[in-house]
């Protein structure tokens, strides 16, 4: 069974760079058509995209995170991360990762990772 | 401002049938892009409830059933049960393969 976990700080402070990592198991992160990506859901609130990734490093972004986020993969480590800059209270939010086809179900999560930003 | 939009709340008594609207544009679900469906119970990760329109995953009851036409998209459940209180969210695509979602409906049963 495919199980995805988020990993990351908990607490970052206003303007820092937030990282957080999804470890994959029970499956390999380079297969084929399968994309690789991040939700966000802020506290009280709906679920954001944030973007995807495939194993050969091609990525997709929210425009609206765009000019902030940075995604990469290490298929050595079934891994794939997240770094989003300049942070603030607004960037508060679970993260989950997920697995999905181009265009297809969201159909695997993690748990999700509750970052908060505060100083 | 979530690119799907569906009502911020439906209820219903138990063994009622409930409908969650999810309504898009020519850019998303009027495209041809397939809408799915996913249930957040207080707490929990989104669990997926119904994929490409209409097909429910192993282990989700009948009571639950989607259907698409033009630029929307519903969520139908039947026979409401108080263990369906919780969240319900849409979820589509954009021509650039950005992932799009309503901004969540919760369902009440009274």
Redesign the interface.
């Known amino acids: 069974q495919l199980q995805l976990q988020e990993s990351g700080p908990g607490l970052v402070k206003p303007s820092e760079t937030l990282s957080l990592t999804c470890t994959v198991s029970g499956g390999s992160i380079a297969t084929s058509s399968y994309y690789w ?1 991040w ?1 966000r859901q802020p506290p009280g609130k ?4 944030i973007g ?1 990734i495939y194993y050969t490093g091609i990525t ?1 972004y ?2 609206s995170l765009k000019s902030r986020v940075t995604f990469s993969v290490d298929t050595s480590k079934n891994q794939f991360s997240l770094k989003l800059n300049s942070v603030t209270a607004a960037d508060t939010a679970v993260y ?1 990762c997920v697995r ?1 086809l ?6 695997y ?4 990772t509750l970052l908060t930003v505060s100083s | 401002q ?1 690119v799907l939009t569906q009502p911020p709340s439906v209820s219903g008594a138990p063994g009622q049938r409930v409908t969650i609207s999810c309504t898009g544009s020519s850019s998303n679900i009027g495209a041809g ?2 809408v ?1 469906w ?1 249930q957040q119970l207080p707490g929990a ?4 409830l119904i ?2 329109n209409t097909n429910r995953p192993s282990g989700v009851p009948d009571r639950f059933s989607g259907s698409k036409s033009g630029t929307s998209a519903s969520l139908a459940i039947t026979g409401l049960q108080a263990e369906d209180e919780g969240d319900y ?1 849409c ?1 589509s ?1 954009d021509s ?9 409906t919760k369902l009440t049963a009274l």
């Open positions: 990506g939700i709906g679920l954001d995209w995807s997709y929210n425009p989950y999905h181009r265009y297809g179900t969201l159909d999560w993690g748990q999700g | 979530s892009y397939d799915h996913y990760a989104p669990k997926l994929f490409r969210y979820q695509y650039s393969l950005s992932v799009v979602f309503g901004g969540g």
